[in-house]
C-alpha cells in the first residue's frame, strides 16, 4: 500500500512539469494555432542546431554516421513539442544529413549507400514519433481521466452537501409542524392524522426539489399544479392561474408547497372548494418593496362558496401560513370576506426565486 501511495504521489509531483511542455499540454488541452506554429518555429531552430553539431563533429567522426546530432534532435523536439513540430524536425534533418553527410556529399543522388542510410533513418525517426505518440496520447487520457474525476468528485461533494442542507431543513420543517400541531389538537390520533397530510405534502416538494437538482425549471405555476392536483383541485373550470414564468429556488419549494397546500385543504374543507360552484382563482407577480429588493406577491381568491368570517382565535392553518410566509422574508394577510376568503402573501425574491 505504502509503495502505491508512493508511487501515485510521484506521478501527481511529475504532471505538472510534463503539462508544462506544449507536448503534453496540447496533448490534454489540445493545440492552438500559436502552439502550432511555435512548435515549427522550434522544429527549424532544432534542426539547425543539429546540424551545426554535426559539422562540429564531422572532423572527429569516422564514415557512417550521418544522423548523430539529427536522432536526439528529432526526439527532443517532439518531447517538448510535439508530434508534428517532430515530424517536421524529421524531415528537415533526414534532407540536410542526406545532402551533406551521406556520399555522393553535397547532393541528393539516390544509389544505393544512400537509400539504405535514409531507410534505416526513416525507419527508427518513424518508431520514435510513434512511440512519443503513443505515450502522449495515454497521458492525455490519463490526465483528461483525472480531470474528469476530479471534477466529479467535486460535484458529488457539493451534491452531499446539499443533500445534507435540504435533509436538515425538512427535518427543522417536520419538527416545526409538530411543535405547531401539538398547539391546536386534542388526541393523538388528530395529531396524527393532520402530521400525516402535511408529510404527504413535504413528498410533493421532495419530488420539485428532485427535479430541480436534475435541472428541471420549477416554476410558481408548476408548483401550484402539484400541489393542488393530489388534492383533485386542478380543474381549469374551478381553479384560474396568472402570473408569470417565474423559477423557484430550491430554498422556496417547501414553503410555497406547504402554503399552498395548507391553503388548498382549507378551501376543500371550508372554502370554495367545498362548495359545487366554488372557483379559486391563483395570481402571482413579482412587484418592488419598501424594503431592499423586490417582492413576490401571491393572492389566493376563492367566490362562490360558503360565506366566510373571521375565526375567533388563530388556528394552525393561520399560524402556519404566518410562519411560512415569515420565514421567507414576507407575511400572510388574510381577509374573511362575504364572498370568500382572501389571502395576500408576500415573500422575498431573493429567498424564493431564482436570478434574484
Same mark, same amino acid.
Given at each position: +500500500?505504502?509503495?502505491? @501511495?508512493?508511487? &501515485? ?21 489540445? !493545440? ?95 518508431? /520514435? ?26 460535484? &458529488? ?11 436538515? /431543513? ?65 380543474? &381549469? ?13 430550491? /430554498? ?19 372554502? !370554495? ?46 399560524? @402556519? ?25 408576500? +415573500?422575498?425574491?431573493? /429567498? ?5
Amino acid at each position: +500500500m505504502k509503495n502505491r @501511495l508512493t508511487t &501515485q504521489d510521484d506521478e501527481t509531483s511529475l504532471e505538472p512539469f510534463l503539462l508544462a511542455l506544449p507536448a503534453f499540454r496540447n496533448a490534454v488541452h489540445g !493545440a492552438t494555432a500559436s502552439s502550432l506554429l511555435l512548435g515549427q518555429l522550434a522544429a527549424l531552430a532544432m534542426t539547425t542546431v543539429a546540424l551545426l553539431l554535426r559539422f562540429l563533429l564531422d572532423p572527429f567522426l569516422p564514415p557512417g554516421f550521418p544522423y548523430l546530432t539529427f536522432f536526439p534532435a528529432v526526439f527532443i523536439t517532439g518531447f517538448i513539442w510535439g508530434i508534428y513540430p517532430a515530424i517536421t524536425s524529421a524531415v528537415l534533418s533526414g534532407l540536410v544529413a542526406w545532402y551533406w553527410f551521406i556520399a555522393p556529399f553535397g547532393s541528393f543522388a539516390l544509389g544505393a549507400p544512400a537509400a539504405t542510410a535514409l531507410a534505416f533513418y526513416v525507419f527508427i525517426v518513424t518508431t /520514435n514519433i510513434g512511440l512519443l505518440g503513443l505515450a502522449l496520447h495515454a497521458l492525455g487520457a490519463q490526465a483528461r481521466s483525472r480531470q474528469a474525476l476530479a471534477k466529479a468528485l467535486q460535484l &458529488q461533494e457539493v451534491v452531499s452537501e446539499e443533500v445534507d442542507h435540504r435533509l436538515k /431543513n425538512i427535518m427543522a420543517t417536520i419538527s416545526g409542524l409538530i411543535s405547531l400541531l401539538q398547539k391546536h389538537v386534542s388526541t393523538p390520533a388528530q395529531l396524527a392524522e393532520r402530521l400525516r397530510h402535511k408529510i404527504t405534502a413535504l413528498s410533493r416538494s421532495i419530488e420539485l426539489l428532485r427535479g430541480a437538482a436534475q435541472g428541471d425549471k420549477i416554476t410558481v405555476g408548476a408548483a401550484i399544479h402539484a400541489v393542488l392536483e393530489p388534492l383533485g383541485l386542478a380543474d &381549469q373550470k374551478r381553479l384560474t392561474l396568472g402570473g408569470p414564468d417565474l423559477v423557484i429556488s430550491a /430554498n422556496g419549494i417547501i414553503p410555497l408547497n406547504l402554503i399552498l397546500h395548507e391553503l388548498g385543504t382549507n378551501s376543500l374543507k371550508h372554502g !370554495a372548494f367545498s362548495s359545487p360552484s366554488g372557483v379559486v382563482s391563483v395570481d402571482w407577480d413579482v412587484l418592488p418593496s419598501q424594503g431592499e429588493g423586490p417582492v413576490l406577491h401571491l393572492t389566493w381568491v376563492e367566490r362562490d362558496g360558503p360565506a366566510t368570517a373571521p375565526p375567533t382565535s388563530s388556528g394552525f392553518g393561520t399560524e @402556519l401560513l404566518n410562519r411560512m410566509s415569515l420565514s421567507m422574508g414576507g407575511e400572510c394577510r388574510l381577509a374573511y370576506e362575504p364572498e370568500g376568503l382572501t389571502a395576500k402573501i408576500t +415573500m422575498d425574491c431573493v /429567498n424564493m426565486l431564482d436570478g434574484y
